[in-house]
């Protein structure tokens, strides 16, 4: 076990990747290296940069949320558009790309849709649009006749489904009935068949780490849906009440991928991270307040209106000594992963160049090895 002090994260971030490099360059692989913090958003930028310089491959396993993603975009923006069917809320529904039309599509339809200010039920009127592109105009319509109908077909393939999914809301009555009537809308919008294509093209462009999104993003809507099905099926909703049951669902998910087999360095947040075994791990960023990270109860009830309420048979969890423990929990987890060596590191200052002190932990690893496993600066290294 080691123990480095750097001046700043930048110096933090060179030197980890640095030592790799010196491993790898010894005969190891990059597969046997881990690189852990507590926040993988603090270090991205700073991190990504060190690993580039070096010319290290490395896989991150970073905290998504669900709503960065087309999949979780269209339903949002399909449920705001049958609330009303106004302009501004079609034209977000239609510019999702797996709505099922072109960029050039979208662009052509937004086009008319805003000179002739069309809202509400203009847009399910069955009737053809039959307004000039061009605007008000006394030009007639010869020679954009195809255009018109162009548009208005474009028209029928973002509102029909659209359509559909708003009468089937007006019938269903429970969580589980509204759970079907979105999966049936998902499922006749070929969203999964979508995911895939999409995700093979990440392929080909190499964009490995967004394929395999892409490619789990079903199965995690899917198991939202289960989710809510199992827990609150025959439970009487409405739309807007179902729509916030299932982004409650949504903001709960994590979005963990498996790295691939292939010989990169493994960097992630110790809460997500899930690990067997790797032969050297670096946690980094092991400061006071970070990792172990401060933890704060922002709950509405004190301690000891817990302890009251705790008796009386309410116990409200978790509690700052729940928090607390997992805090601990997730640095031990990431200790744990090393068979062969683990490296500590801390900064003195933070990235804005103030103070830092090192964490409790640095102290307690030198009193357990009776001060063996001492600090060492990284600037006093050749």
């Not at 090192?358 to 496993?373: D, F, L, N, R």
Request: with cysteine; charged share 30%.
């Amino acid at each position: 076990m080691r123990i480095f002090e750097a001046t700043t994260p930048f110096e933090e971030s060179d030197f980890i990747c640095a030592d790799i490099k010196r491993r790898v360059m010894a005969g190891a692989s990059y597969s046997d290296f881990a690189v852990i913090c507590r926040d993988t958003e603090k270090h991205a930028g700073i991190l990504d940069g060190a690993f580039g310089r070096c010319g290290i491959p490395a896989f991150t396993s970073r905290r998504r949320d669900l709503t960065d993603f087309e999949a979780i975009k269209l339903i949002y923006t399909a449920y705001s558009a049958i609330a009303g069917f106004s302009r501004e809320d079609v034209i977000a529904y239609s510019k999702c790309p797996l709505c099922g039309i072109s960029r050039e599509e979208c662009d052509e339809l937004e086009g008319y849709i805003n000179k002739w200010q069309i809202n509400g039920a203009r847009f399910t009127d069955p009737d053809m649009w039959n307004m000039n592109p061009l605007g008000y105009t006394t030009q007639k319509l010869d020679g954009r006749g195809e255009k018109l109908l162009r548009i208005d077909s474009i028209r029928h393939r973002v509102i029909d489904p659209l359509v559909k999914l708003s009468e089937a809301t007006k019938e269903a009555k429970t969580v589980g009935e509204h759970a079907r009537v979105l999966l049936d809308f998902l499922l006749s919008s070929e969203i999964e068949e979508k995911l895939l294509s999409r995700a093979d093209a990440l392929d080909a462009f190499g964009e490995r780490e967004l394929a395999n999104e892409t490619r789990s993003l079903w199965k995690i809507i899917v198991k939202a849906l289960d989710a809510l099905y199992e827990i609150s099926a025959d439970m009487p909703s409405d739309t807007d009440s179902f729509l916030s049951q299932l982004k409650a669902v949504f903001s709960a998910t994590d979005l963990a991928l498996i790295p691939a087999y292939v010989d990169r360095v493994t960097v992630g947040g110790a809460d997500m991270l899930r690990l067997y075994e790797k032969k050297h791990v670096y946690i980094m960023g092991v400061n006071a307040g970070e990792f172990p990270g401060i933890v704060s109860d922002d709950a509405y009830f004190s301690e000891k209106d817990k302890e009251i309420l705790s008796e009386a048979g309410l116990a409200i969890a978790p509690d700052l000594e729940i928090k607390n423990a997992r805090e601990l929990y997730f640095f031990s987890r990431a200790f744990s992963y090393a068979s062969e060596s683990v490296t500590l590191t801390y900064s003195s200052c933070t990235a804005k160049f103030k103070s830092a002190e090192c964490s409790e932990i640095i102290k307690t690893v030198g009193e357990i090895t009776g001060g063996t496993v001492k600090p060492v600066k990284i600037s006093a290294l050749s």
